[in-house]
Each structure stands twice: as structure tokens, then as C-alpha cells.
């Protein structure tokens, strides 16, 4: 069965750091870029970082560039996102997603998302 | 930055009528526009991808048109199931991936 696992979410004061992790399983995690995308409470989505399958390209949204890493380990089947200097905006539910097609369809993916994670919540807040 | 722009914010209707929902692309995405279902406290799932092809497991009452800047995500009879909200993606201009600011979909 096809899944993603999110973990590492919580409350952090504002200034403060966080990791998000994303365990895969299932599927050929190396294969496929990946993405994270967040959704404040009783907000729409927002894309915010994308990794390539092999980990070599990324792009990050413009809200949280210079401030978040996505990177990824495939011997582990993990997706991590790396956040910095979190401000009371970044508050969100943070999900990972997987592309829709494999690496075949470009290294970053064809930019639909077919899989999803249940989703973190990072509150900041003092 | 591409923006999408759905419409309407809200649509409340009976079991078994047609939904009609709209988005609107601030310029050309050619055929690069999926939709997603969200349901209280779940992940968004996937429904149609390149406006018009159905993703695995979603059944023929839903369907997308369009192209350009206007697409149309219809549910032709309504069932229960089917209150959600409803987001519009574009990948034909990115990064950034962009949304729409959703529909939400309420059943009588």
C-alpha cells in the first residue's frame, strides 16, 4: 500500500526552527519528485517546495525562500523539510505529496499531486 | 505567477443535480489544470488531471472541460459523498505551482 507518513510537527515560538520528515512506503520513493504543500487553518492550499527524484534540483515559493530546505534521503525513503526564522504566517498544516508520474516525465515531475500524507501541523506561537 | 480564480465561493445543492464549477486562469495554461477534492480534516485527493482525464478510482460523475483560461469541473448527479471542497492546480507556468481559492460544495 502506497503511503507517506508525516511527522515532526508542533509548536514553536516565532524565530524558532522545525524538521518535517515524510516516510514513504510502497512505491519507489527514488523515482519520483517530491513536494510539500502547507494549508493555514481555514485557508486554501499553498505549494511550497518541490525536491527532484534524485534530490539534485529544488524550488521553494517565494513565502518561505532563503528560509526552508526540502531535501531528501532515498536510501531511507524520507522527504524532510527544514524550516527556519518561522514567523506566525507559516502556522499551517503541512503535507507532503508525490508527483503523478515518475522521473520520466522530467525530473521535477510532472507538478500534479497523486499521493498525499495526512498531513503536520506547525503552530507558531509564543 | 499565474493566479486561478474560482467561482462561487459556495454552491448548495440537492442530491442528484449537476454541479457546475468554474476556474479561471490570469493567463494561457493550455491544458494544464487539475482538480482536487478536500474533506474536512483529509488530505486533498486528486480527480482530474490535464482538465479532462479522471485519476485512478474516480468515478465518471466527474469530469473537466476547458482550455486557454476557462475550465469547468462538472459532477453530473450529486451524491452525499460528494460535499467537499473543491481547489483548481496549474502546472502550466511554474514553479510556482499555484491554486485556486477553492468552491465549496455543499449537499442539501
Known amino acids: 500500500q502506497e503511503q507517506l507518513v508525516e511527522s515532526g510537527g508542533g509548536v514553536v515560538q516565532p524565530g524558532g526552527s522545525l524538521r518535517l520528515s515524510c516516510a514513504a512506503s510502497?512505491?519507489?520513493?527514488?523515482?519520483?519528485?517530491m513536494f510539500w504543500v502547507r494549508q493555514a487553518p481555514g485557508k486554501g492550499l499553498e505549494w511550497t517546495a518541490v525536491?527532484?527524484?534524485?534530490?539534485?534540483?529544488?524550488y521553494y515559493a517565494d513565502s518561505v525562500k532563503g528560509r526552508v530546505t526540502i531535501f531528501r534521503d532515498n536510501a531511507k525513503n524520507t522527504l524532510y523539510l527544514h524550516m527556519n526564522r518561522l514567523t506566525t504566517e507559516d502556522t499551517a498544516v503541512y503535507f507532503c505529496?508525490?508527483?503523478?508520474?515518475?522521473?520520466?516525465?522530467?525530473?521535477?515531475?510532472?507538478?500534479?499531486?497523486?499521493?498525499w500524507g495526512q498531513g503536520s501541523l506547525v503552530a507558531v506561537s509564543s | 505567477e499565474i493566479v486561478l480564480t474560482q467561482s462561487p465561493a459556495t454552491l448548495s445543492l440537492s442530491p442528484g443535480e449537476r454541479a457546475t464549477l468554474s476556474c479561471r486562469a490570469s493567463?494561457?495554461?493550455?491544458?494544464?489544470l487539475a482538480w482536487y477534492q478536500q474533506k474536512p480534516g483529509q488530505a486533498p485527493r486528486l480527480l482530474i488531471y490535464d482538465v479532462s482525464i479522471r485519476a485512478t478510482g474516480i468515478p465518471a460523475r466527474f469530469s473537466g472541460s476547458g482550455s486557454g483560461t476557462d475550465f469547468t469541473l462538472t459532477i453530473s448527479s450529486l451524491e452525499p459523498e460528494d460535499s467537499a471542497i473543491y481547489y483548481c492546480q496549474q502546472r502550466g507556468s511554474w514553479p510556482p505551482l499555484t491554486f485556486g481559492g477553492g468552491t465549496k460544495v455543499e449537499i442539501k
Open positions: 493567463q494561457s495554461i493550455a491544458s494544464y
Open positions: 505529496a508525490r508527483d503523478l508520474f515518475d522521473f520520466r516525465s522530467g525530473s521535477l515531475g510532472y507538478g500534479y499531486f497523486d499521493l
Open positions: 525536491i527532484s527524484y534524485d534530490g539534485s534540483n529544488k
Open positions: 510502497g512505491f519507489t520513493f527514488s523515482s519520483y519528485a
